[in-house]
């Protein structure tokens, strides 16, 4: 057990940690992959039959990386190392008569669960301009992670629009029966409703996984909780680690309240907390600690480092938008100088829409760079059809593959007549497949069972070149001269490999297999290690990497925090979480930058720098950035909206000082607090009178 002399005294006990509930409270770079991994070795090595572990995680990248590393350490190791979604999959692969299903059930993506809910509100004759599809597809999501039964589900939704949601869910949950299929939430809710309903299988894998590890346990949701719950009732051996600062997936049903109770789930636990962090200089730590202690509801973890003080936080204001990406691309020249090289180098931001600018700037100084979550290469349709022939080919129920590449490549196969074949199949009670006889539907059911028939002799890559040809997408693409259509062909080449290295990894030649397991590649954000090139990412996106240089630009009020995080506290704090989660990804060098005024989304925007700069003590920062003018002006009582003027602060007799964040022929919209510390976000100050601010 030589491993055990590479951890602190912290990591050590709770490694050594066996029977029990335990919490590990593990500080943002303290070494939890660490612990966990050897931990599962420590219990291998004491004696525990590995198959009696389960680990969870909540990306196929944490999962990989922790099977590596339990690999190195012993041998013979077959306990469960994945994912929540992946454990779920095992579970319904298991029972999967107990739900209803065939073996060969389908998994719908995000994308496909959107075009079935369009073509229910299709049916339904409900308008998209009511009613989001989007918006619909996220409330039966929350429907499912909040384990809501049918019955609740009619009750609490009660307003027009969630009406409307109930209506659509029920007429979804039909359409996913009849087509032996599942989406990525049931691959949690189906086991816990089997282990709430079935006592005897919930027997079995209990006893089955005896000891319990969840990673990121701050990350959970409801049905999360329970599957973790009712799986570790029986011997209560469950070891969790999460640190509530990092908890920033409110928006995704998270709860970090999860971590915070785990002592009333279980009086007995034992709490060990890793506060020292192996990633970060002192400066960059004690600037997130300085950050992170303005939360109300936090777990205390006071981050220290022994890699040296470091060099300061750099803080760049700049006068707008251009001059903060020039400042930028100046200081990774000068780095590059220092013998840093590119891919030591990322740039967050807070949303999506910041990128671009950033993209443009990088073609422009011929920086090799990459975006984390762009257009991802499964999203892509030429990738998508292929699939869908694979998941047809697997599942000839399949009525959703089957609508999305009946004519792709084009057949002359209108919408008309998949109407009607959907119509005639849904009177017989059967699957589109089932119901064509006749015309080109009836050549294109042919190439399917050709397709089936040769399945069964062929590994998967030789599947993919037949698929490939067979279905003419080969010849069309191969017919398009331009640009475009040698990238689309270059794609499903690309596609080859993944089934080899799927192949090369599993031995397994099972299309069903190979379908499951690229349905579980759900982490569309997940960072890999490629060429030599700058990271752009959203802060969401960094959660779990580290870089040696990091840049949080467009730090100001309105963009981080975020303008929508501003009307309520807690969502302030998952703001101020987020901020810190982007603080302590930075190992050597951190800088925060903003700008006094930026356009995006079409419109100037002039925000005062963030609050979270602000709670820096200014012995971490490196900054000569001058005091800005304050504004002092009294009227905020105006008829004429060209009075104010965006980051203009104003005074309010009621609220005290304020700033100015939108004005347009609407309203003119106001954060106020005296220290610009936001607590209230009013709108409709147009023709505000002078006596109203008594």
Known sequence: MNYLTDLNKEQKEAVMHIDGPCLVVAGAGSGKTKVLTTRIAYLIDNGIYSSNILAITFTNKAAREMKERINQLVSNNYAFVGTFHSFGLRIIKENYQEFGLTSNFTIMDSDDVLSIIKKIMKDLNYDIKEISPSFIRSKISFIKNEMLSDAEVTRYFASEIEKKVVAVYFKYQDILRKNNAIDFDDLLKLPVDLFMKNQSILDKYQEK??????????????????????????????????????????????????????????????????????????????????????????????????????????????????SEINNIISEIKDLLNLGYHLKDIAIFYRTNAQSRAYEEAMLKNNFAYRVVGSFYFYKRKEIKDLISYLRLISNHNDDVSLKRVINEPKRGIGTKTVDNLEELASKEGTSIFDVISKGKELEF????????????????????????????????????????????????????????????????????DFLEEISLIADVTEHQEEDDSITLMTFHSAKGLEFKVVFMVGMEEGLMPHQN??????????????????????????????????????????????????????????????????????????????????????????????????????FVSVAFNKEFGIRKFLKNYKGLRKEDKK
Do not use: W
Not at 284 to 305: D, P, T
Not at 478 to 497: A, C, P, Q
């Open 209 to 322: 996984y005896q000891y319990i590890l969840v990673d990121e346990y701050q990350d959970t949701n409801e049905v999360q909780y329970k599957l973790i719950k009712l799986l570790g009732s029986k011997y209560h051996n469950i070891f969790v680690v999460g640190d509530q600062n990092q908890a920033i997936y409110g928006f995704r049903q998270a709860n970090y309240k999860n971590i915070v109770n785990f002592e009333k789930d279980y009086e007995d636990a034992k709490v060990i907390v890793l506060n020292q962090n192996y990633r970060s200089t002192t400066n960059i730590l004690n600037a997130a600690n300085s950050v992170i202690k303005n939360n109300i509801e936090r777990k205390e973890v006071n981050l220290y480092s022994e890699l040296g003080e470091g060099v300061k936080v750099k803080y760049i204001r700049s006068n707008d938008g251009a």
């Open 445 to 512: 059911k042919n190439l399917i069972i050709k397709l089936t028939d040769e399945a069964e002799n062929m590994s998967l890559t030789e599947l993919i070149d037949a698929v490939i040809e067979e279905s003419g997408m080969q010849e069309e693409f191969s017919k398009d001269n331009s640009l475009d259509g040698e990238i689309r062909l270059d794609y499903l080449k690309e596609f080859r490999s993944i089934t080899e290295n799927y192949q090369n990894a599993t031995g397994s030649v099972n299309l069903q």
């Open 565 to 666: 995080s501003l009307l309520e506290a807690s969502e302030l704090e998952e703001e101020r979480r987020l901020c810190y989660v982007g603080i302590t990804r930075a190992k050597e060098r951190l800088y925060l930058t903003n700008a006094k005024r930026r356009m995006l989304y079409g419109k100037d925007m002039f925000n005062p720098p963030s609050r979270f700069i602000d709670e820096i003590s200014k012995e971490y920062l490196e900054t000569n950035i001058k005091e800005e003018p304050k504004f002092n002006k009294e009227l905020f009582y105006s008829d004429n909206e060209s009075d104010y003027q965006s980051g203009e602060v104003v005074n309010h007799l009621t609220f005290g000082r304020g700033v100015v964040i939108g004005v347009d022929d609407r």
